[in-house]
T-cell receptor
Framework: DTGVSQDPRHKITKRGQNVTFRCDPI?????LYWYRQTLGQGPEFLTYFQNEAQLEKSRLLSDRFSAERPKGSFSTLEIQRTEQGDSAMYLC??????????????????FGAGSRLTVL | GENVEQHPSTLSVQEGDSAVIKCTYSDSASNYFPWYKQELGKRPQLIIDIRSNVGEKKDQRIAVTLNKTAKHFSLHITETQPEDSAVYFCAASYGYSTLTFGKGTMLLVSP
């Protein structure tokens, strides 16, 4: 499978616990994005990386959230001290970025299947 | 930042009818407008996109139109089929900026 992979697909946790999600992007993509999606809403941007550099973070990303992409390949999103309001689908996406985006004028995102978090 | 409004939130049509979903955006610098389809429990998938130097783009039964002056763009699906039932999201971005999504339209196509 050469698409975007996310793990785990489902996570149920108790309030106050820490959780970590992993995303493996398409191998040739240098940009990686994290979005959050709640029921009946569109994906909301959280953060993105170009290679290993985290270039932008949304104000939705509180200090309990941290994301890493240590070697510019896979990424992890950790949520500390989870709250019930963190229950959502966490979507990862990747794109080529770079000159391809500039030349084409299109930052085409390919999404993973998501990691659904339920906080009890 | 960019703000994308999408209407309607739900749309019910009979099989064979046409469906139109409309979006407006706030940032006049936005130049890329994709549409994603998300079936229940599945990932959003790109179905069509348009760049600001084009007014209309077609791909079989789907088409997207863009009015830069009015800052709105629309998705048109003709000859709808039950398998078109899904949630459709519009989005907008400029260059390297992140995609901002609308809240989605649930399309229900009845046989």
């Amino acid at each position: 499978d050469t698409g975007v992979s996310q793990d785990p697909r489902h996570k149920i946790t108790k309030r106050g616990q820490n959780v970590t999600f992993r995303c493996d992007p398409i191998s040739e993509h240098n940009r990686l994005y994290w979005y959050r999606q709640t029921l009946g809403q569109g994906p909301e941007f959280l953060t993105y990386f170009q290679n290993e550099a985290q270039l932008e973070k949304s104000r939705l990303l509180s200090d309990r959230f941290s994301a890493e992409r240590p070697k510019g390949s896979f990424s992890t999103l950790e949520i500390q001290r989870t709250e019930q309001g963190d229950s959502a689908m966490y979507l990862c996406a990747s794109s080529l970025g770079g000159q391809t985006v500039l030349l084409s004028g299109a930052n085409v995102l390919t999404f993973g299947a998501g990691s659904r978090l339920t906080v009890l | 930042g960019e703000n994308v409004e999408q209407h309607p939130s739900t749309l019910s049509v009979q099989e064979g009818d046409s469906a139109v979903i409309k979006c407006t955006y706030s940032d006049s610098a936005s130049n890329y407008f994709p549409w994603y389809k998300q079936e229940l429990g599945k990932r959003p998938q790109l179905i069509i996109d348009i760049r600001s130097n084009v007014g209309e783009k077609k791909d079989q039964r789907i088409a997207v139109t863009l009015n830069k002056t009015a800052k709105h763009f629309s998705l048109h699906i003709t000859e709808t089929q039950p398998e078109d039932s899904a949630v459709y999201f519009c989005a907008a971005s400029y260059g390297y900026s992140t995609l901002t999504f609308g809240k989605g339209t649930m399309l229900l196509v009845s046989p």
